[in-house]
Structures are given as C-alpha cells and as structure tokens.
C-alpha cells in the first residue's frame, strides 16, 4: 500500500466546498472519484485545510492510500483528465506513510482579497470582495499587528466550530494595497472555522472608518463573537500554501497568485 500526496487548485464558487456531502457538488468527492478512476479501486481523500463552500485554492495538499502503483505523472494527468475545469491536480507525489496532510503541516497561509473601486467587476466578482468606499490600508495594518501572536481567538470563530481549542499562533497577518487590490494575508499553525473571514470582516470595518484600529485588540481580548463585525464573503479567500517540513520536498504553489506575487 502507498501514500500519495497531490496539490489541488480550485475556483470554488460552483463548489459547495471541500468536503463530501450527499447531493451537492464538492471538491473531495470530485476529486476521489478521478483519482479512483485512475487507481481502478476506491480512494478516499484527507486535506490539509478544508475550505468553505465559495473559498478557493491554489494551495490545498490531500493524501490518500493506494494499492495501485502509478507514476507521479500519471496521478497527475490521469485525474485532471478526469476532473472538470474548475478543479486541477496541479502535483503528485509519494510519500512515507507517516505523511499526514493535516498533521504533518507546519503552517497554512490564506489570503483574502478586496476590489477597492467605485464600480463592481465582471472578472473578479467571483474572485474578491467588492467595497466601493475607500480603505485605509494603513488604519488596517496597524489593526493587524494586534491580531498577530498567540492568543485566544474566540471572537473570531464561528457558532459551529469544533475545534477543542480557541488558541492559535498567527505568525503574520499583513494587509497591503496593489492598485484597485487590498490583499490580506495571514499564516498561522491553523485557523478556526470562519477565522480568516471574521479577521478580514473586523480589518475591513476599521479601513472603512467605522472603528480605531485599536478596536481590534479590544475584540481579541474580549473573546466573545457577538461584539465583532460581520463575516466577509467567502468568494474573496484562497487557501495560498500549506507548510510542511523540507524532507518532504512539495513544489512550491505558483508564484503568479491572485492579488499578486505568492
């Protein structure tokens, strides 16, 4: 039996995201469906991060256990034959069966961006989140630092989490403008549900002039959800990369994200 690991790209906007439910259209079930058609016996899928439904990726990392041997081109290109447009293999590699996508990941970075212009967008309506009023990206920044280190983020999860935890270690949370796009980008050891989208939601109140940027360590050490701002739409959040330690060798994800450079 071997461990193979692959790395996934998706639009998620037709997806009701990456995990299998009955009736809808998932990432997971499309995916182990075109890699169990290569393979000839049924596969099931474990990810490093699994996205909401609208969420996209550029950066998602699976494994799955398979007695058929195959080339790491073969994975590859047999699945992509397989899987409809909006989803890719963009990589497949073997790996030691201690190789967990979640575990074994040492960080994951997601980034959310913002079309900042007077008038919405054809080709990014799917893509960003749309403000027509003018963002200080300073007023934001400032904000982020606050946000940044370990701490208790239970006002930024959401009513469903599971997670046993609300601790998390947000190595780096940077917001930065390029033009008509504001990018958010954060990485940290992992998220709670809804956790990047809730960030974004509170940075984006306080580059609209409704809060100090202070407000944003006011709402952390509050802990409680129900004082923060609203959610930000899911059409604006990649999962950018998953980090795993070097012995592991992953192509990098593509330099040319999204909102710019990776």
Known sequence: MARIAVGLEYDGTAFAGWQSQPGLRTVQALAEQAL?????????LTCAGRTDAGVHALGQVAHFDTPATRSARSWMLGANSELPADVSVRW???VPEHFHARY????RTYRYLILNRGGRSALWRDRAAWVHRPLDVTA???AAQLLEGEHDFSAFRAAECQAKSPVRRLERLQVVRAAELVRIEATANAFLHHMVRNIAGL???IGRGEAPPGWAGEVLAGRDRTRAAATAPAHGL???RVR???AFA???PPEAAPGGAG
């Open 104 to 107: 074994s990941a040492q960080s």
């Open 244 to 246: 795993y330690p070097e």
């Open 140 to 142: 934001m920044a400032q």
């Open 203 to 205: 940075l984006l109140a």
């Open 238 to 240: 990649y999962l950018l």
């Open 250 to 252: 992953f192509p990098e």
């Open 92 to 94: 497949a590699q073997e």
């Open 36 to 44: 169990s058609r290569i393979a000839a016996v049924p596969l099931a």
